[in-house]
């Protein structure tokens, strides 16, 4: 478990799930830097001893993995971003998130020294399409699929809560990073074809790759992180606003974008959830912990971006 170093900062033992994604890598990358012990689980053939076996379809994980360690981040779960959403590749969406939780909430419970934190990976999807009401961590579910998504992905993550391990919900929105959701954004800008999505109206919660990466840091190393925290920029944005940032960084034009008919026409439910969807919400719980974002503004996001 936690130990004090030299400095007399907390070193944890910290497992992560989905470690190889587009937030899995610099999030490992960040807590060694910070002097953590950082270990992860893989479908395949472990290389070294911080790499751990599991294969969530099967519920199998290492026997004794979570018997000693501080916090699990689980961040597993196939792409949203994947279009269209079929039938099957719905199914794929749900089940790959539930089954990664269920078997690591189950090893959490039955742990002989189960961690004192799950940090649960989560999405602003459990709001669906809110137009320009304000929501927070305590606004109810919407509807949607990703919404319904959402609330069983974590449901899924209960069993692991007790007196010893608490849980910290992090609904994540729209990570301006390389990869992603910004990489079809950024294709459409440098096509020069960028513009509008849709009326471009509406509220799309954003956080920079940077931040979003140190708030689950932060969360991970925090004593009293508990309940759902949404990690959003506090510098809400709509979508007009991040297409035209993109093209100005990029220094593209901003002029043909995506009409609603065209993507509701070429992307279905996939296109009108992710991209026409309107969700203002705000980080308070994120802050209150003392978290400080480097990326306020859209501006600074895209700058590091396209650096």
């Known amino acids: 478990m936690a130990q004090a170093s030299g400095e007399g900062v907390s070193v944890l033992r910290v497992v992560i799930s989905g470690a190889s994604g587009m937030i899995g890598r610099p999030l490992q990358r960040l807590l060694r830097g910070q002097g953590h012990a950082v270990h992860t689980l893989v479908r395949r053939t472990p290389q070294d001893a911080s790499e751990h076996q599991w294969n969530p379809e099967t519920g199998e994980i290492e026997s004794g993995i979570l018997d000693h360690v501080d916090v699990v981040v689980n961040l597993s779960g196939a792409?949203?971003?994947?279009?269209p959403w079929t039938s099957g590749y719905k199914s794929t969406i749900l089940a790959s998130r539930i089954t990664a939780t269920d078997t690591l909430a189950r090893a959490?419970?039955?742990a002989a020294t189960p961690p004192r934190l799950l940090v649960q990976g989560s999405a602003v999807g459990f709001y669906g399409d809110r137009g320009d009401e304000k929501l927070s961590e305590e606004s109810?579910?919407?509807a949607g699929f990703l919404a319904e998504v959402v609330h069983e992905w974590e449901a899924a993550a209960q069993p692991a809560a007790s007196d010893a391990t608490h849980i910290a919900y992090a609904r994540t929105g729209l990570v301006v990073g390389k990869g992603g959701a910004m990489a079809p954004l950024q294709l459409q800008t440098v096509l020069g074809v960028g513009g509008p999505?849709?009326?471009g109206r509406q509220w799309w919660p954003w956080i920079s790759l940077h931040d979003e990466v140190r708030a689950l840091?932060?969360?991970s190393t925090h004593q009293s992180a508990d309940g759902i925290f949404t990690l959003v920029a506090p510098t809400p944005a709509t979508a007009k606003d991040l297409t035209t940032e993109l093209a100005r960084h990029m220094r593209r034009p901003h002029w043909?974008?995506?009409?609603t008919a065209a993507i509701s026409l070429l992307m279905g439910e996939a296109g009108r959830e992710l991209l026409l969807?309107?969700?203002h919400i705000s980080a308070e719980r994120l802050m209150a912990t003392g978290?400080?974002?480097d990326d306020v503004t859209l501006s600074a996001a895209i700058a590091r971006l396209v650096a």
């Open 108 to 110: 959490i419970r039955d």
């Open 197 to 199: 999505i849709g009326s």
């Open 277 to 279: 969807s309107s969700q």
């Open 140 to 142: 109810p579910q919407g």
């Open 256 to 259: 043909l974008g995506l009409p």
């Open 217 to 219: 840091a932060h969360l």
């Open 79 to 83: 792409s949203i971003g994947r279009i």
């Open 291 to 293: 978290f400080r974002f």
